[in-house]
């Protein structure tokens, strides 16, 4: 029988979990902390009860007025106009904690452990080794232990290395044009096209989120002013450091 660890018992994991042992595949969910609070807002769209069959007592507080302040202060107020339309506010140790134990209920082995790291088999094929500290018994270190399968199902979350790796690759959302130009533009009268070729570029298709690379060429005529030839590189990547259509217009 296929042997199945998902690592990470949030929403994602417990659901693959869950979709995993309804299946009859032998799964074990991995947390390695069975009661985190974590630091989420809570909120979950009326859809995502139903989508998900969640009971009505996962929902904590029934929201219709909400004003969400980002880390930089932008503020965006949400008023449902809608009596019967709410915005479910939940807590996240319940609602992680109903998701992994509906899991269990159909067959998935709950691990209260810390994946530490992963044995590859011969040539990256598998079975995969699992080393990881157990902490069912409530020590505070755990107990190693070792677990092999054929399959494995990262869910490890926002700070994953494979997130890591996305959020370097995509690094080019968190910037602006304006940013990265910021004062390098100069006064300049006249209208000959500036232009830099070759500059090289590697960026992610948006569709199959896989690389590609290439050359860019921006070329622009000043309408008085010109910016730093420097600039043009940054603004390259900013634009390349984001999820691409192979074949989008260039535009910034
Ligand atoms: C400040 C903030 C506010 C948010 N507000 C909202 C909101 O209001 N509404 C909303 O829908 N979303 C919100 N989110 C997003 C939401 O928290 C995530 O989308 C959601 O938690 C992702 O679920 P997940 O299962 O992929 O990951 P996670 O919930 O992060 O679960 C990953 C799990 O893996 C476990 N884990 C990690 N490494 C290991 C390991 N090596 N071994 C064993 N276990 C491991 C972790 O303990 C964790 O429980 C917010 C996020 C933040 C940061």
Same mark, same amino acid.
């Given at each position: ?11 994602s ?22 009661d ?48 019967? &339309?709410?915005?479910? =506010? /939940?807590?996240?140790?319940? @609602?992680?904690? *109903?998701l992994?134990?509906?899991? #269990? ?79 390098a ?11 830099v070729?070759?500059? &090289?570029?590697?960026? =992610? /298709?948006?569709?199959?989120? @896989?690389?590609? *690379?290439?050359?860019?060429h921006? #070329? ?15 603004l ?11 074949r ?5």
């Amino acid at each position: 029988m296929l042997r199945v660890a998902v690592v990470g018992g949030g929403p994602s994991g417990s659901c693959a979990a869950e979709v995993l042992a309804k299946a009859g595949i032998e799964t074990w969910l991995f947390e390695r902390k069975l009661d985190n609070a974590k630091p989420c807002g809570g909120a979950i769209p009326l859809c995502m009860v139903e989508e998900f069959d969640l009971p009505e007592s996962i929902i904590d507080r029934k929201v219709r007025n909400m004003r969400m302040i980002s880390p930089s202060n932008r503020e965006v107020d949400i008023h449902l106009e809608n009596s019967n &339309e709410y915005i479910g =506010m /939940c807590r996240r140790e319940v @609602l992680d904690g *109903f998701l992994r134990n509906r899991a #269990a209920e159909l067959g998935a082995h709950l691990v209260n452990g810390l994946v530490q790291s992963i044995d590859t088999g011969s040539q990256r094929q598998g079975p995969y080794t699992l080393h990881y500290a157990d902490y069912s018994s409530g020590g505070p270190t755990g107990e190693l232990k070792t677990l092999e399968v054929d399959l494995i199902v990262g869910a490890d979350g926002a700070n994953s290395r494979v997130a890591k790796a996305m959020m370097w690759l995509t690094r080019g959302y968190n910037q602006t044009a304006a940013e990265v130009i910021g004062d390098a533009l100069f006064e300049e009268n006249h209208e000959n096209m500036v232009m830099v070729r070759d500059i &090289e570029m590697y960026s =992610m /298709c948006e569709h199959h989120m @896989l690389p590609f *690379f290439g050359k860019v060429h921006i #070329a622009y005529i000043p309408n008085g002013k010109i910016v730093g030839l420097s600039k043009l590189l940054w603004l390259s990547v900013i634009r390349s450091r984001r999820l691409r259509w192979l074949r989008e217009p260039v535009a910034i």
